[in-house]
């Protein structure tokens, strides 16, 4: 005979599981449970099946409470199944995008004292110890081999110009820069061969472009960025590609950085290459003793949230269409960040627009969830409409094609193919094509 202990235990340690999300979105109210879909999706619905489940084991009887535990837990169990195997299969991803070498590929780095593995500004001035915008790094290392991922087999990686872009060097001795496009990873070509890169897509459809972007820049790190090479190069257009995944969060933490920050009055001192040099020198070589150190399994931990992820079976529910983004507080600063980029540009009688890119989340499930990425659309949509900026909405092309999803790789940044995609849409829009919808048309 099934006890009534059996049967509540069973259901309580359900429960228990179903009533984590509630806690962790209410803990962190303001991210998860601010919006009327987020307290729905992270804390009345699981918080509804956690209750339901409870009652049951208490008052259902013992046999009834009991199937409803053993099946209700044979399901996650078999959704956590399923997320091991997903975690399982993206921990190489993960590593590479950490630069995991093998052991000869560290050797051979070990030979090259120009070989660096990736890296980011706000890392790169964390460990200068920068504390003025005219002094901080705003480019990667000149002249070095960036590592941007790694596999088994071979190590992809760029050799960086002289000013420490992902660009052939020999472009700065041409006539004006066409294009300047500002960005983070999805500009620097992460995990893309050089040749294959939205830059160098760019240029192959004849457009004289380069490419200022450097992974974990946000909106603020680029208008610094232009405000000091701007000047420089004085091109004809430049771009500011928005990516959808993360650059909120990151304008969010550039404004802490009270290095950073300055870079929104019209009265900042950008510097130049050369106010940054004693800087540069002192994160070079920070970044070299970082660079000796192996990248290893116990980095998943401390550098990602695998764990965290792994018990919100964030994946499976990726995969469902079931994980809304967090939530898109107002940041009245990235107004001012698009109206400061368009009044530099104009200032060499230059145009200035920015461009929208998607993130992969937001095309694979089989349940509809592009819904719950609009609320940041809108706003940064609505930002430029405000501040009179032109916008190639990538989003809206990407809508059009039958399988979108494939236009990104295993690490959610473009492939060649989505590399391609977005050149093809620049170069149109350089060309006068009206073939994505600009700003105009955008009603927030």
């Known amino acids: ?12 340690v359900l429960a228990s599981y179903w009533l984590l999300s509630p806690i962790y979105a209410v803990w962190h109210f303001d991210e998860y449970a601010s919006t009327a879909p987020l ?4 804390v009345l619905v699981p918080a509804a099946l956690s209750l339901i489940v409870l009652c049951v084991g208490l008052l259902a009887p013992p046999r009834v409470a009991t199937g409803v535990g053993i099946y209700g837990l044979s399901i996650l169990m078999g959704l956590f199944l399923f997320e091991a195997l997903l975690t399982v299969r993206s921990v190489p991803v993960r590593l590479s995008m950490l630069g995991q070498l093998s052991q000869q590929q560290s050797e051979a780095m070990a030979q090259r004292e120009d070989m660096v593995r990736g890296f980011t500004l706000a890392q790169l001035n964390k460990l200068s110890g920068a504390t003025k915008l005219r ?5 990667g290392f000149p002249k070095t081999q960036v ?6 087999d071979s190590v992809v990686s760029y050799r960086a110009d002289r000013y420490g872009f992902n660009n052939p060097d020999a472009l700065y001795e041409t006539t004006r820069l066409e294009s300047m ?7 620097e070509g992460f995990c893309l061969p050089p040749e294959e890169n939205m830059v160098s897509q760019l240029r192959r459809e004849g457009i004289h472009a380069i490419g200022m972007g450097i992974r974990g820049n946000g909106p603020l790190t680029e208008l610094a960025t232009l405000g000091r090479f701007g000047p420089m190069f004085k091109p004809r257009h430049v771009f500011m590609v928005f990516f959808e995944g993360n650059d909120w969060e990151n304008l969010q933490a550039e404004l802490e950085r009270p290095w950073l920050r300055p870079a929104l009055a019209q009265s900042a001192d950008y510097g130049t290459p050369s106010t940054a040099n004693e800087m540069m020198q002192r994160a070079k070589s920070m970044m070299d003793d970082i660079n000796s150190r192996p990248v290893t399994a116990a980095d998943l931990f401390t550098k990602t949230e695998i764990l965290r992820n792994f018990i919100a079976l964030q994946q499976t529910f990726t995969r469902l269409g079931l994980i809304f983004p967090k939530a898109t507080p107002a940041i009245p ?4 960040v698009l109206r400061r980029a368009k009044t530099m540009a104009i200032g060499w009688s230059g145009s200035f627009t920015l461009v929208y890119v998607p993130q992969l989340d937001r095309f694979i499930g089989p349940l509809p969830a592009a819904h719950a990425y609009e609320p940041l659309r809108t706003r940064v949509l ?4 405000e501040a009179g900026v032109d916008v190639i909405d990538l989003t809206s092309a990407l809508e059009k094609e039958l399988q979108p999803e494939t236009f990104y790789g295993p690490d959610g940044h473009f492939n060649s193919r989505g590399a391609a995609f977005a050149a093809t849409i620049l170069a149109a829009h350089l060309r006068g094509l009206a073939v994505v919808p600009s700003v105009a048309n955008f009603r927030p």
């Open 1 to 12: 005979m099934i006890s009534r202990k059996t049967s509540a235990i069973l259901c309580g």
């Open 39 to 42: 307290l729905v999706r992270y």
């Open 135 to 139: 002094e901080a790094v705003l480019s």
């Open 147 to 152: 590592v941007l991922c790694s596999g088994p």
């Open 181 to 187: 496009l500002l960005g983070d990873s999805f500009v």
């Open 333 to 336: 600063e990235f107004g001012e």
């Open 382 to 385: 609505g930002s430029a409409s």
